[in-house]
């Protein structure tokens, strides 16, 4: 299926970024955007947990935010709805899962198709869930990385659209190995929502692809 999401530009391209706590990726769009490496506007952060430090990073760059706390739901596909409510409410045509702790059901899945990213810190589908660096670490692999994937209903196992790997050494600890892999998440995370947003790829069965000409 040939995508719609880059079929805009500029201003256009309006993106909104769920986050849980600490919120480094969101900064690395941040970032890439006030660089202008990505060519996008963050329509929104929103939050699950109230005081996430990524609020005060979206606040300082000047971001709308708005926590919505799960607990407060009666289900969670209510609490799916409120979110898609919120992100078409501000025309938002692409969400940036950043260390967003929850599990994504259908009520936002369907509206927004082949729409939705994550970052993760494995080579998926090694080590899905969480605690993936402590997985790597414990089944002893020579090679992890980070992966950005589209969101589907199976967790973490979507298409995958960007993979970096980094080494494992001897003597990493979760803390070192969660690092090098981190500097890779914050450079494939814009570069993979720019690509999405220009809109030249497709999706066939498990392959994000170069769209045909
Ligand atoms: C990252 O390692 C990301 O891959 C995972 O959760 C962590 C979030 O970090 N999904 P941050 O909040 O972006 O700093």
């Not at 900064?27 to 990524?54: F, M, P």
């Not at 409510?85 to 702790?101: I, T």
Request: proline share 4%; aromatic share 4%; charged share 20%.
């Amino acid at each position: 299926m040939a995508s719609d999401v880059g079929a805009r530009s500029g201003a256009e391209h309006r993106i909104g970024v769920l986050i849980s706590g600490r919120g480094s990726n969101l900064q690395a769009l941040i970032d890439a955007i006030a660089k202008g490496t990505l060519d996008a506007t963050i329509a929104v952060v929103i939050s699950n947990k109230a005081g996430a430090q990524g609020l005060d990073r979206a606040s300082a760059a000047g971001i709308e935010t708005l926590t919505l706390d799960h607990r407060a739901a009666a289900t969670r596909d209510d609490y799916d709805r409120q979110l898609a409510a919120e992100l078409r409410a501000r025309k938002v045509r692409l969400v940036c899962l950043a260390g967003f702790m929850r599990l994504v059901g259908a009520p936002l899945l369907d509206t927004f198709p082949d729409a939705i990213l994550n970052v993760h810190p494995s080579l998926l589908p090694a080590f899905p869930g969480v605690d993936a660096q402590k997985q790597a670490l414990a089944y002893g692999v020579k090679v992890s990385g980070a992966t950005v994937h589209l969101v589907t209903h199976e967790l973490d196992g979507g298409p995958i659209v960007l993979q970096a790997a980094v080494p494992v050494h001897d003597d990493d600890s979760v803390e070192t190995l969660s690092a090098r892999i981190l500097e890779q998440e914050h450079r494939l995370y814009p570069t993979a929502v720019q690509m999405l947003l220009e809109g030249n790829w497709r999706v066939e069965g498990r392959r994000v692809l170069a769209a045909a000409r």
